[in-house]
């Protein structure tokens, strides 16, 4: 996938209201990001995460941001608080896949979609990341990223129907 699109191709999962990367490949040529293998960033400012937080109840995504001090930022953007966020997974929820632009770290956009167990629960999710300045780049990973995620679960037995 990330030698298809150019971009950086994560898998991430929800360790509480983190977002920790299991998974990354890198195209050769591309630049060096603040993510890892096993490195935790908030997952309301990851794509990745917020695709997966989009899918879970409301109840259990207000016990993992209680309160408004929850909510860091890295670059000063992402939202700020309990309804920012929640207004924010509405439309990530009804549009089936996340975004985000220079929240995680200046100059990047990523695009995410979550994969679901056979509970509809969202395990995991795949994100693509372009450099901001690169608007092809980042039509193409957001077009490409949820098609990806459907055919890499479903050869690991997950759902993308919820």
């Known amino acids: 996938l990330a030698e298809q699109t150019g971009a950086t191709a994560h898998l991430g999962v929800l ?3 983190d977002t920790l990367y299991l998974l990354k490949e890198q195209p050769a040529d591309s630049p060096t990001l603040v993510t890892a293998v096993g490195v935790r960033l908030p997952a309301h400012l990851t794509a990745s995460g917020r695709a997966m937080l989009a899918r879970l109840p409301r109840a259990q995504v207000r016990a993992l941001y209680p309160h408004p001090d929850s909510f860091v930022t890295r670059t000063g953007r992402g939202p700020a608080g309990p309804r920012e966020l929640r207004e924010l997974l509405d439309v990530e929820r009804r549009q089936g896949w996340a975004s985000e632009e ?3 770290a200046e100059g990047f956009t990523s695009v995410a979609a979550a994969a679901f167990d056979h509970n ?6 795949i994100s693509l990341t372009v450099p ?10 957001g077009s490409r990223t949820p098609t990806a995620v459907k055919r890499v679960g479903e050869s690991a037995g997950c759902s993308f129907s919820r």
């Open 15 to 17: 360790h509480g209201s």
């Open 102 to 104: 220079q929240q995680v």
């Open 132 to 141: 901001s300045a690169r608007p092809d780049a980042v039509r193409c990973a």
């Open 120 to 125: 509809t629960a969202p395990v995991a999710a």
